[in-house]
């Protein structure tokens, strides 16, 4: 190892030590931090249970701060924790750096990272950060690159501009149909939605199990398993006015629902649901992105994050027809014991198994 001096990155301290009044600093002045680096994020996923906060501040030789919000995973037979910056699920992680996440920075933060103790770490950076991470990441024989895609709004120029230059005519179309249509819509930020949500979250489990060729029993346990509903009620409380969840209302009844997160710069949506039944003919999930939309631009947030979208055809199309544009990324992950192969080797036998699609 090199001289502490020589270090791009230095260690000071780790989870519960660093201070909450600097990380809240940190975010703050950090352009593009998500939500879901902030400390209440970290709150709510720590509150959520089986996570412990191990979060890392660095500095680097100019004397500048830079935070890497990172969870322990521990389990109750013991052994080697995992640390993941997120977990799957929880959205990105990766360095808040108000002075930029730079390639130097990264690689110094990969150095103390690949010296920990941990079994695996689990690295999912925000996207827009991809070109500094893979430069650091390039040639290291013990980190894995597992190539990723998201979709990113600029909302510079304000609704306006993003209105008429950036969101397709189609979409204008839809959204006019939905409002003609009569779809009422309403947004909260008090948790008070969270039932409607998460009923509607439901009934999308089942028809991603139709559509996937997935066996119900096991589409409705990974889904409630990954997304119960006391996750949404932490989320809500934790998050407060950063966490909101807009409702598609059609004849009364819930037909859609999205929950995005804001904070500072950044608006992040995170989850999307629906009765496809009564959402699909009105266009309802068009005309609620677009008012989470205009919102996230009246709130001075200079992008709208669409969140993963993998290899799917669909949700790349749904996210390009707002001006979202695709961002190629990785994830990073370190392990004393490769085994990311070998689960995604299964992964993919369980699929071919039971005739498994992607359609979403």
């Not at 949506?269 to 699909?280: I, P, V, W």
């Not at 003919?281 to 005309?287: D, E, G």
């Given at each position: 190892m090199t001289a502490t001096a020589d270090r791009p990155a230095q260690r000071l301290a780790s989870g519960r030590e660093i201070s909450r009044s600097l990380w809240h600093e940190l975010h703050r002045a950090d352009p593009y931090a998500l939500p879901t680096q902030s400390p209440e994020w970290m709150d709510a996923l720590t509150h959520s249970g089986g996570y412990q906060d191990a979060g890392?501040?660095?500095?680097?030789?100019?004397?500048?701060?830079?935070?890497?919000?990172?969870?322990?995973r521990t389990y109750p037979t013991g052994g080697p924790a995992i640390l993941q910056s997120m977990p799957s699920s929880w959205g990105f992680g990766g360095l808040i750096a108000p002075s930029g996440v730079t390639p130097?920075?990264?690689?110094?933060?990969?150095?103390?990272?690949?010296h920990s103790s941990a079994l695996r770490v689990r690295i999912r950076p925000n996207p827009v950060h991809a070109a500094a991470w893979e430069e650091a990441a390039a040639g290291r024989a013990g980190v894995t690159a597992?190539?990723?895609?998201?979709?990113?709004?600029?909302?510079?120029g304000g609704f306006e501009k993003v209105w008429t230059e950036r969101m397709a005519g189609s979409t204008r179309t839809s959204v006019r149909r939905a409002e003609k249509r009569g779809?009422?819509?309403?947004?909260?930020?008090?948790?008070?939605?969270?039932?409607?949500?998460y009923e509607l979250l439901l009934r999308s489990f089942d028809r991603w199990a139709r559509a996937q060729h997935e066996p119900l029993w096991l589409a409705r346990f990974r889904g409630r398993h990954r997304d119960p509903r006391t996750k949404f009620r932490v989320i809500?409380?934790?998050?407060?006015?950063?966490?909101?969840?807009?409702?598609?209302?059609v004849e009364g009844r819930p037909a859609a629902a999205i929950l995005v997160l804001r904070d500072g710069a950044n608006a992040h949506y995170t989850r999307g649901a629906m009765d496809?039944?009564?959402?699909?003919?009105v266009r309802a999930n068009v005309l609620l992105h677009r008012i989470a939309i205009e919102d996230a631009c009246r709130s001075g947030c200079r992008t709208y994050h669409m969140g993963e979208s993998g290899s799917s055809h669909t949700l790349s199309r749904f996210k390009a027809q707002f001006g979202a544009v695709p961002v190629d990324y990785a994830e990073y992950w370190i392990?004393?014991?490769?085994?990311?192969?070998?689960?995604?080797?299964?992964?993919?036998?369980?699929?071919?198994?039971?005739?498994?699609?992607?359609?979403?």
């Amino acid at each position: 190892m090199t001289a502490t001096a020589d270090r791009p990155a230095q260690r000071l301290a780790s989870g519960r030590e660093i201070s909450r009044s600097l990380w809240h600093e940190l975010h703050r002045a950090d352009p593009y931090a998500l939500p879901t680096q902030s400390p209440e994020w970290m709150d709510a996923l720590t509150h959520s249970g089986g996570y412990q906060d191990a979060g890392r501040l660095y500095t680097n030789q100019q004397g500048t701060h830079a935070l890497l919000p990172l969870v322990r995973r521990t389990y109750p037979t013991g052994g080697p924790a995992i640390l993941q910056s997120m977990p799957s699920s929880w959205g990105f992680g990766g360095l808040i750096a108000p002075s930029g996440v730079t390639p130097e920075l990264v690689s110094g933060v990969l150095d103390d990272l690949e010296h920990s103790s941990a079994l695996r770490v689990r690295i999912r950076p925000n996207p827009v950060h991809a070109a500094a991470w893979e430069e650091a990441a390039a040639g290291r024989a013990g980190v894995t690159a597992i190539p990723a895609r998201a979709h990113v709004l600029d909302l510079e120029g304000g609704f306006e501009k993003v209105w008429t230059e950036r969101m397709a005519g189609s979409t204008r179309t839809s959204v006019r149909r939905a409002e003609k249509r009569g779809v009422v819509v309403e947004t909260d930020d008090t948790g008070r939605f969270v039932p409607v949500f998460y009923e509607l979250l439901l009934r999308s489990f089942d028809r991603w199990a139709r559509a996937q060729h997935e066996p119900l029993w096991l589409a409705r346990f990974r889904g409630r398993h990954r997304d119960p509903r006391t996750k949404f009620r932490v989320i809500a409380e934790r998050m407060g006015p950063r966490c909101r969840i807009t409702v598609a209302w059609v004849e009364g009844r819930p037909a859609a629902a999205i929950l995005v997160l804001r904070d500072g710069a950044n608006a992040h949506y995170t989850r999307g649901a629906m009765d496809k039944e009564l959402a699909a003919p009105v266009r309802a999930n068009v005309l609620l992105h677009r008012i989470a939309i205009e919102d996230a631009c009246r709130s001075g947030c200079r992008t709208y994050h669409m969140g993963e979208s993998g290899s799917s055809h669909t949700l790349s199309r749904f996210k390009a027809q707002f001006g979202a544009v695709p961002v190629d990324y990785a994830e990073y992950w370190i392990e004393r014991v490769p085994v990311h192969r070998a689960d995604r080797a299964l992964r993919g036998y369980v699929k071919r198994a039971i005739g498994f699609v992607d359609a979403r």
